[in-house]
């Protein structure tokens, strides 16, 4: 099956720091990429949609100069937490779809703890 | 605008026992794709299972059955004789045909009791 890889699993970081965290679609490509943040025992929320080569789409009330999204290639999406604090802290899983529409089935990374100090 | 329920937040049971989880979608789309993922405590999401509208044909796949029926707009998920590996949270989603964005149920946490 198609795999995405997740860098890093697990950060801890100062705050005011940035974290930049990589998601790689490893046996195929990846036109869309999304990117999810996910409370503890809470459902995926959506924060972005990244297309390849292109601005990402953010949803309502996600901070799009605090979450930097770079969809540079086929099979890397990238999301720089900039100038984190506290309240950012969370689980971050990126999920790949490949090819087209017709196949829309998302493929998940393993997410990444961010914990900020 | 679409919804997807799983009413049951948690549940558990002992091993081997056949159990359900239930899943009850909204949409005005007549066409439309239906998810199941499981989500193990390392925390990717492992993709299981998609359904579109158009096929209601029920599907087995090991011990893991599903049942797609959109008079009620339910897609349950039956897992036969339990194993303590099928502990996990588990997520119901809703795609609609030509949108991107999947929406997700509030998930069931399961646990399979040794």
């Known amino acids: 099956g198609a795999v995405v890889s997740q860098h890093p699993s697990r950060v801890i970081c100062k705050s005011g720091t940035s974290v930049k965290i990589e998601c790689r679609s490893l046996?195929?490509?990846?036109?869309?990429m999304f990117w999810y943040r996910q409370f503890p025992k809470k459902s995926l929320m959506l924060m972005a949609t990244?297309?390849?080569?292109?601005?990402?789409?953010?949803e309502q009330g996600v901070e799009k100069d605090k979450f930097l999204i770079n969809h540079a290639s086929l099979t890397l999406s990238t999301l720089t937490v900039t100038s984190a604090h506290p309240e950012d802290s969370s689980f971050y899983i990126c999920?790949?779809?490949?090819?087209?529409?017709?196949?829309?089935?998302?493929?998940f990374g393993a997410g990444t703890r961010l914990s900020v100090l | 605008a679409q919804k997807v329920t799983q009413a049951q937040t948690e549940i558990s049971v002992v091993e081997k026992e056949d159990v359900t989880l239930d899943c009850v979608y909204e949409?005005?789309?007549?066409?439309?794709?239906l998810f199941w993922y499981k989500q193990p405590p390392s925390g990717e999401l492992v993709f299981l299972i998609r359904?579109?509208?158009?096929?209601?044909q029920n599907e087995i796949s090991g011990r893991y059955s599903w049942n797609f029926q959109k008079s009620t707009s339910s897609f349950n998920f039956t897992i036969t004789a339990s194993q303590v590996v099928d502990s996990a949270v588990y997520f119901c989603?809703?795609?609609?045909?030509?949108?991107?964005?999947?929406?997700f149920g509030t998930g069931t946490r399961l646990t399979i009791i040794p």
């Open positions: 999920s790949a779809r490949e090819g087209t529409l017709a196949k829309n089935i998302q493929y």
């Open positions: 949409t005005r789309d007549t066409t439309y794709y």
């Open positions: 359904r579109n509208s158009f096929d209601e």
């Open positions: 046996d195929f490509q990846a036109t869309t």
């Open positions: 989603a809703l795609l609609n045909f030509g949108n991107e964005k999947l929406t």
């Open positions: 990244s297309n390849e080569g292109s601005k990402a789409t953010y």
